[in-house]
């Protein structure tokens, strides 16, 4: 099976722009969860979606916003970007049965200038 | 909110030598996993352990939970160049379900 893929690889905006990052689970997998890493903080939860609907919720502002499509391919929206939200963005994917394993991609790297 | 304590922060290890790091978590865990990641990369799996007292292996890494289910550690034995990167503990606790809280990382070196 092929793993987690995410688009863009890399991305460059400046401050106030907004951006979307776009991650495809693995086939079958129907729970996608977006984290944040940063050197500061770390590996941050953002939020999970499972049947198209948030189910879980970190602690990040409503600048950052998610979506689930029917085939379950994520996307993740940052609104009125900041210098503070230079990140890589990580999503995992896992089948959504329980607490299964979360599977990551390779990661959106997002510089904001 | 549940802490999670990665140790150590850094690890230099001379090939063939072993080396071992630990996570402790403040509450008990639902599961505890274990990932690697190379620098600005994904996260590779590991391992997933998830019983009191459980121990699994793959090839040279063995990783343990403790039998309160609040402590963890992955040992590597003989290292070798392809054990170096940022290995990454996560926590799945019992009254967060589907968000894993990670650790800050270890950074491992294998020098020759």
């Known amino acids: 099976k092929a793993g987690v893929t995410q688009t863009p690889r890399y991305l460059i905006k400046t401050r106030g722009q907004q951006v979307t990052l776009s991650c495809s689970p693995i086939?079958?997998?129907?729970?996608v969860s977006w984290y944040q890493q940063t050197p500061g903080q770390g590996l941050q939860f953002l939020f999970e979606?499972?049947?198209?609907?948030?189910?879980n919720k970190g602690n990040f502002p409503g600048r950052f916003s998610g979506r689930q499509f029917s085939n379950s391919r994520s996307e993740m929206n940052v609104s009125t970007l900041e210098l503070g939200d230079s990140a890589l963005y990580l999503c995992a994917s896992n089948t959504g049965q329980g607490r299964g394993t979360q599977y990551f991609g390779p990661g959106t790297r997002l510089t904001v200038l | 909110s549940q802490e999670l304590e990665q140790s150590p922060q850094s690890l230099i290890v001379q090939e063939g030598k072993n080396l071992t790091i630990n996570c402790t978590s403040s509450k008990t865990l639902y599961g505890l996993y274990w990932y690697k990641q190379k620098y600005g990369e994904g996260l590779i799996f590991l391992m997933m352990l998830q019983k009191g007292g459980e121990e699994k292996s793959h090839e040279k890494i063995t990783a343990k939970l403790d039998e309160k289910k609040q402590q963890s550690s992955l040992h590597i034995t003989a290292s070798q160049p392809s054990h170096a990167g940022i290995y990454l503990c996560?926590?799945?606790?019992?009254?967060?379900?589907?968000?894993?809280?990670f650790g800050a990382g270890t950074q491992v070196v294998v020098t020759p």
């Open positions: 979606y499972f049947s198209e609907t948030q189910r």
């Open positions: 996560g926590a799945d606790a019992t009254d967060s379900w589907g968000k894993l809280q």
């Open positions: 086939s079958g997998h129907r729970s």
